[in-house]
């Protein structure tokens, strides 16, 4: 039995999902971003008891358990957009339609409209926002110049990067960079 869990963005998220069911003391296969694998710990369907105090738990850390179809499906998205990003730079180049297609095994026509419905954005768009701020994260560092980083997040040049930086942000690189000011940066799960 799986749980899809929302707002899971990072390892840090499973280690505090995992946390959160240590204390409870319930066995799990294993946690990756957006699902809790139960397998067959739990049987087949978890309380409702117990489903209520999980849920409350996590909410007080900031996931929520998905309950119906299109919302594990948004979720998927997102993971299969954040994992795209986290290996763009690998050797096999996928267009990001066919990665998330082969990720969420389903038709990318039919999921750029839900996504676009659910979220009131495309997923480029949303793709593009992740790229952004993973470029603020990257200019915050302060280790990389800007033609690194744009080698490094596939862009076509660095007047790509700051163009698409400047659209989204409203600053550009370098003058993001000088504030030195984190709290410029959002958070990946309220893109």
Same mark, same amino acid.
């Given at each position: 039995?799986?749980?899809?869990?929302?707002?899971?963005?990072?390892?840090?998220?499973?280690?505090?999902?995992?946390?959160?069911?240590?204390?409870?003391?319930?066995?799990?296969?294993?946690?990756?971003?957006?699902?809790?694998?139960?397998?067959?710990?739990?049987?087949?369907?978890?309380?409702?008891?117990?489903?209520?105090?999980?849920?409350?738990?996590?909410?007080?850390?900031?996931?929520?358990?998905?309950?119906?179809?299109?919302?594990?499906?948004?979720?998927?998205?997102?993971?299969?957009? @954040?994992?795209?990003?986290?290996? &763009?730079?690998?050797?096999?180049?996928?267009?990001?339609?066919?990665?998330?297609?082969?990720?969420?095994?389903?038709?990318?026509?039919?999921?750029?409209?839900?996504?676009?419905?659910?979220?009131? &954005?495309?997923?480029?768009?949303?793709? &593009?926002?992740?790229?952004?701020?993973?470029?603020?994260?990257?200019?915050?560092?302060?280790?990389?110049?800007?033609?690194?980083?744009?080698?490094?997040?596939?862009?076509?040049?660095?007047?790509? @990067?700051?163009?698409?930086?400047?659209?989204?942000?409203?600053?550009?690189?370098?003058?993001?960079?000088?504030?030195?000011?984190?709290?410029?940066?959002?958070?990946?799960?309220?893109?």
């Amino acid at each position: 039995m799986k749980i899809y869990i929302k707002n899971m963005v990072c390892d840090r998220c499973c280690l505090a999902v995992k946390n959160v069911l240590n204390n409870m003391d319930l066995s799990y296969a294993s946690v990756d971003l957006g699902e809790i694998d139960f397998a067959d710990y739990q049987g087949a369907k978890l309380s409702d008891d117990v489903k209520i105090l999980l849920g409350a738990d996590l909410d007080a850390l900031g996931f929520a358990i998905l309950n119906d179809k299109k919302s594990k499906l948004i979720e998927a998205i997102k993971k299969s957009c @954040l994992e795209y990003l986290q290996h &763009i730079d690998g050797v096999d180049k996928k267009v990001l339609s066919e990665h998330i297609s082969q990720a969420v095994q389903r038709e990318y026509n039919y999921l750029s409209h839900l996504f676009s419905v659910v979220e009131g &954005i495309t997923i480029e768009q949303y793709f &593009i926002r992740l790229r952004v701020e993973k470029v603020k994260e990257l200019l915050v560092y302060g280790e990389m110049a800007l033609g690194e980083i744009a080698f490094q997040l596939d862009y076509s040049s660095v007047a790509h @990067l700051s163009g698409q930086f400047k659209k989204v942000t409203g600053l550009t690189p370098s003058y993001f960079r000088s504030l030195k000011n984190q709290k410029l940066r959002n958070s990946l799960d309220k893109l």
